[in-house]
């Protein structure tokens, strides 16, 4: 198995399971291989000559993404397509991590797979072309949507609540988006599943999402996330709602985000735990690392303020 995205929360989580499972691997971050760059590409293929390759990198900016679209047209879209066709050359499988910022987020519902897409913004867009360019290149494809990612491994909403939790007495946090919160360990355990079941040639080609189980807002996962930590800190601040218009953001974000993961269930076998189950663990995980640094970028959106500053919802974090 080769793996492009190496760096990210689910790279990271991928190897991880990779190595306890026993599970033949090369992987790649971004420090190793440009994935727009085709000689790099194939180099990587030559060398590796995988049964199977995920994509878990991506350019995950939403808010950047406004004003670098060339950027992340590159590698959401244009460095999709290449890998695919590449693979397509060696006949080896493909699967792609995407995401639920294809869809507006105007349904009722879970989205499922047959839904039209219609992303709001660039990065949205920019995946779904990334998404076409997959399905044009090697038929021999899955692509994973999810949503909502967060774990052990970088920066995501979970990292950055424990720690303005031992900061701040109030969190305003948005409470009208909605979707389902995932684990990055689970989300690794469904794309090596397809990556396995792709190597067999047991692989139902095609699109599918895989989410946790449940569904909640901003708020309810900051809540959830504030009362998990709050036996081992002593520390509950207040978690105030608010709404997306509060707190406006270069890129709008899909109210709902719900996405449907039977289809997934059924074709590979894998489900993910309830999304308030598995955050209780991987707060209890990190809670020796709570004072880990942030990105830049995710520093100034969420900087001290007075009163306390709304928190916006974060940018995906499903890849490097």
């Known amino acids: 198995m080769l793996l492009f995205g190496a760096g990210g929360q689910l790279g990271r989580e991928t190897v991880a399971l990779a190595a306890e499972r026993g599970i033949d691997h090369m992987a790649l971050g971004h420090a190793e291989l440009d994935i727009s760059d085709p000689v790099a590409v194939a180099r990587a293929l030559e060398a590796a000559r995988p049964d199977a390759l995920i994509n878990a990198a991506a350019y995950t900016a939403v808010d950047k993404a406004e004003s670098e679209p060339d950027l992340a047209a590159r590698i959401n879209a244009f460095a999709p397509g290449l890998i695919a066709e590449r693979c397509a050359r060696y006949r080896t499988p493909f699967v792609h991590v995407s995401t639920d910022y294809v869809f507006d987020g105007t349904k009722r519902g879970a989205y499922v797979e047959a839904d039209p897409v219609a992303p709001l913004g660039v990065y949205g867009r920019t995946k779904a072309a990334g998404e076409a360019a997959v399905r044009a290149a090697n038929e021999r494809h899955v692509i994973v949507r999810t949503s909502w990612v967060y774990g052990a491994h970088g920066n995501n909403f979970l990292t950055t609540m424990l720690r303005l939790a031992g900061e701040r007495d109030q969190l305003r946090v948005v409470a009208d ?144």
């Open 177 to 320: 988006q909605r979707g389902c919160p995932t684990a990055s360990r689970d989300l690794a355990e469904a794309v090596l599943a397809a990556a396995l079941a792709a190597a067999k040639a047991d692989a139902r080609w095609g699109t599918y999402h895989f989410a946790g189980r449940g569904v909640t807002t901003w708020h309810g996962f900051a809540s959830a996330i504030v009362a998990a930590a709050e036996p081992h800190t002593g520390r509950k601040p207040e978690v105030a709602p608010i709404t997306t218009a509060e707190y406006p953001t270069p890129a709008s974000r899909p109210k709902n985000s719900e996405l449907a993961s039977d289809l997934f269930e059924r074709t590979f076998g894998v489900r993910a735990p309830p999304w308030e189950e598995r955050t209780r663990e991987v707060v209890n995980a990190l809670l020796a690392k709570i004072s880990q640094p942030v990105s830049p970028e995710h520093e100034r959106a969420t900087a001290a303020a007075t009163p306390a500053p709304a928190i916006p919802a974060p940018q995906p974090e499903e890849a490097s």
